[in-house]
Nanobody, 122 residues
Framework: QVQLVESGGGLVQAGGSLRLSCAAS??????MGWFRQAPGKEREFVAAINWSGGSTYVVDSVKDRFTISRDNTKNTVYLQMNSLKPEDTAVYYC?????????????????WGQGTQVTVSS
């Protein structure tokens, strides 16, 4: 099992940047993903990275602005978010899964973090 703790959220103006971190402890040899949930909306998949970091996927809606990476020496996954827009406002969650793919059904998630709030003001 793996425990996940996100950090790095906050309030930022439109056009700004944030880097979210997700620190893992316990068993850490997982593919990792980022999801987000805006108020009144379903949780949506944003990005994923395999265990080695050699394969990544970012959904089309944010792929020109968001980048996922990981540092296995620190057991940490990152989501770099640039050119933020008010519609990016959401709670962002990291997730661990046994295998990597470009689709992440919630029922296949092994562990979730507690979430970190990102608020983008206009």
């Amino acid at each position: 099992q793996v425990q996940l703790v996100e950090s790095g959220g906050g309030l930022v103006q439109a056009g700004g940047s944030l880097r979210l971190s997700c620190a893992a402890s316990g068993r850490t040899r997982y593919a990792m993903g980022w999801f987000r949930q805006a108020p009144g909306k379903e949780r949506e998949f944003v990005a994923a990275i395999n265990w080695s970091g050699g394969s990544t996927y970012v959904v089309d809606s944010v792929k020109d602005r968001f980048t996922i990476s990981r540092d296995n020496t620190k057991n940490t996954v990152y989501l770099q978010m640039n050119s933020l827009k008010p519609e990016d406002t959401a709670v962002y969650y990291c997730a661990a899964r046994n295998w990597y793919s470009s689709t992440w059904p919630p029922e296949e998630i092994n562990s979730w973090g507690q979430g970190t709030q990102v608020t983008v003001s206009s």
